[in-house]
């Protein structure tokens, strides 16, 4: 058990959040039953929709509807509700929301995606692999590993006050500078326009300003963790405006649609936690998102919320995870070749896997088509690299559960795993550390979070 100083005092609501962590489980089969019920429901009304809907309007994408198949059903409604059986429905720890997310944003839409999948690749070979790598995540975040994290990082510790403040001032800091940044980068131009975003994604990639990737990939992980955990715990309006001008400077230069997704799902996590509301609400909205979807297609002949939205978290991750595991299924593996491993390797293929992708699937070759941890993890290793992904990413979990531990840090680090989720559900493990976040973000929390005064850890 991990003796934490009496002299941290707990953050606001804090308590409220304990309540949480400590909150009886409630009764297990009807808890998972409505969650299966929910998730039967959401499948069959994205199927409808991406048939009548999607589909039709994205063909030139290659997605295609492919004709009702009682097999294929069987198969996506098993592969779907399987997890849900010993995946979290209730807060225990803040890697709940990595392995929610990651469940909900890249396995659940490859098993709705999988009929629609191109070429003849095996189905039920891709689901029981991305099965396979779900419990091995699942299992590794778990394990009993008391000194794991101490081993692997040591940080100067400072005092809490200190770093807290530290901590804010560094976020102003950064909304300072980045701001700025963004907006000489784009010519000091605000475009919001949906119909431009892809323009002004080619346009970024021709900005010649060093290291401006990585400045804005800071923008778009510290930002909103940190402006989201200081509002809930200062309730200062401040950390709101930071957000909000920091998301649309972000949106503006690059049409990035995560800049503005993020922080709303990270505030649907803060609300949830403090609430206490069971992980069912998740997949609910899911649910109702679709469903609305429908309604909004049927009777207003508009096609916002399945276009910006259920085609973007269900169809696009789901059918990349297929085309992913049909193409290098049939070809070379890249093992790191285009990035770090061409140091000690020749490249197999003249650009990255995401840009390969593009190429071959939508005919773009400016197309960066990126995929998640798993099949970013085939695309590279193989079979083997989708478990080490598995293992590695539930490592990285297990340091934010041991750092995150203490009642006044649950909320921070359930911010942390749930944009983990977020993220590795559309980006590769490796290059999520840098251009993703995940680095500013592990780091932080392990120097906010970390005491000197932790004992060492005892049975």
Sequence with gaps: ????????????????????????????????????????FTYFSFDYLYC????????????????????????????????????????????????????????????????HRPGDTSAVGLLCLLLIALVLLDVTRRLDTPSISRRMIQIPTFWPGRRIRTVKYTLLMLFIFLVPVYLWAGNFRIDLNW??????????????????????????????????????????RKYLIILALTSLAIFSLDGTKTALFIPAFLFFVSYMLVQGRSFSLIYLSLGILVLAAIIEVTLFHSGILSEILVRRIIAIPG??????????????KVLLTDSIGRIFIAPIYPTTAPFLIGATYFGRTTMNANTGIWMGGYAHFGVIGVFLMSVLAGLLLRVVDR????????????????????????????????????????IILIIVTRHKHFSRTTH
Excluded at 1 to 7: E, L, N, P
Excluded at 65 to 83: D, E, N
Excluded at 422 to 437: D, K, N, V, Y
């Design 319 to 332: 059918f990349l995870n297929s085309v992913y595991w049909d193409f290098f299924s049939r070809n070379a």
């Design 403 to 442: 750092y995150a531990r203490g009642e006044q840090f649950l909320l921070l680090g359930s911010l942390t795993s749930a944009y983990f989720g977020i993220i590795w559900s559309e980006q590769m493990l490796h290059t999520s550390f840098l251009s993703g976040g995940v680095f500013y973000l592990l």
């Design 195 to 236: 119909a431009t975003i892809y323009d002004r994604r080619m346009d970024s990639r021709e900005i010649s300003i060093p290291f401006l990737g990585y400045l804005v990939s800071i923008g778009r992980s510290l930002v909103p963790v940190y402006s989201i955990y200081f509002f809930i715990k200062e309730r200062d």
């Design 52 to 115: 009548t809907h999607i589909s039709p309007g994205n063909l030139y994408l290659g997605f295609v509807c492919r004709p009702p198949s009682f097999q294929y059903h069987v198969i996506s409604l098993a592969f779907a509700v399987i997890p849900i059986t010993f995946l979290p429905v209730r807060f225990s720890r803040p890697s709940d929301w990595a392995i929610t997310f990651l469940f909900l944003f890249s396995y659940l839409p490859t098993a709705f995606m999988v009929r």
């Design 1 to 40: 058990m991990m003796i934490i100083d009496s002299s941290l005092k707990p953050d606001f609501r804090a308590r409220g959040i304990a309540r949480v962590y400590r909150k009886k489980q409630g009764n297990w089969i009807s808890e998972r039953l409505l969650v299966v019920l929910v998730v039967m």
